[in-house]
């Protein structure tokens, strides 16, 4: 698009552009301080053209700058939310949806608008016009990504296959982990059986039970030693 020279050329693009691309990030979030100023500042250059005089063509043209810098902010909002909405998909297991095909496409129109993006940052700093083309199609991919991969018809039959495959895993994970602890336990009896301790003799009869007639010199207390009170 030409850049616009006349106050129905500025509004045009202010209701064909601008409008739409910030109507779009409303709908999912408050519009960001940068983007509300740059269309403030734009709107103030418009009412200077009545206010103080200015020429119309320099008032336009100034304005014109700040609502493409406005929408160029919306460009990298939108960029943002169809990566996020890009790894939402990882976790969902699509490969089955058009017999794979789904996949492949989704990966590589990622990587394009990833690619174009770094481009677009690269011309932004050298040329508004550029830039702004270029952020523009980094749009129109990312609204192809939603519309036909973020929004696919399949995706929430792929989200409940996901989760039944989750819930399969889990309980066989859970049903392995104590085969193995139970496999674990019994060879390490069978390896090193556990021998029973006996129990102590509580009393004399107890012990001549166990003992037989070696009890009675058992159950004796030790001779006192030489040289004790009881020799002397």
Not at 35 to 53: G, Q
Not at 78 to 106: C, H, P, V, W
Not at 190 to 217: C, H, M, Q
Request: charged share 25%; with cysteine.
């Amino acid at each position: 698009m030409a850049p616009p020279k006349t106050l129905d050329e500025l509004f045009e693009f202010y209701y064909d552009t601008v409008k739409l691309l910030y109507g779009i990030i409303q709908s999912a979030n408050s519009l960001p301080q940068e983007v509300l100023f740059e269309i403030n500042a734009a709107f103030d250059h418009v009412s200077r053209i009545w206010y103080y005089k200015d020429p119309v063509d320099i008032s336009v043209e100034k304005a014109y700058s700040h609502l493409k810098r406005s929408c160029l902010d919306i460009y990298k909002l939108l960029l943002r939310e169809a990566i996020d909405r890009y790894k939402e998909l990882l976790k969902i297991d699509t490969s089955l949806i058009d017999n794979g095909n789904f996949d492949s496409s989704m990966h590589a129109l990622m990587n394009e608008i990833k690619k174009d993006a770094a481009t677009a940052r690269k011309v932004e700093g050298k040329n508004t016009d550029e830039a702004f083309s270029a952020w523009t199609n980094v749009y129109n991919k990312c609204f192809e990504f939603e519309q036909n991969f973020y929004l696919h018809k399949s995706i929430s039959w792929a989200q409940k296959k996901t989760r039944l495959v989750t819930f399969k895993y889990w309980v066989i994970t859970i049903i392995i982990s104590l085969l193995c602890g139970f496999a674990s336990g019994y060879l390490v009896n069978l390896v090193y059986p556990l021998n029973p301790i006996p129990a102590r003799a509580t009393s004399f009869w107890d012990t001549k039970e166990k003992f037989g007639s070696e009890a009675p010199r058992l159950m004796q207390s030790p001779p006192p030693a030489k040289g004790s009170a009881s020799e002397k």
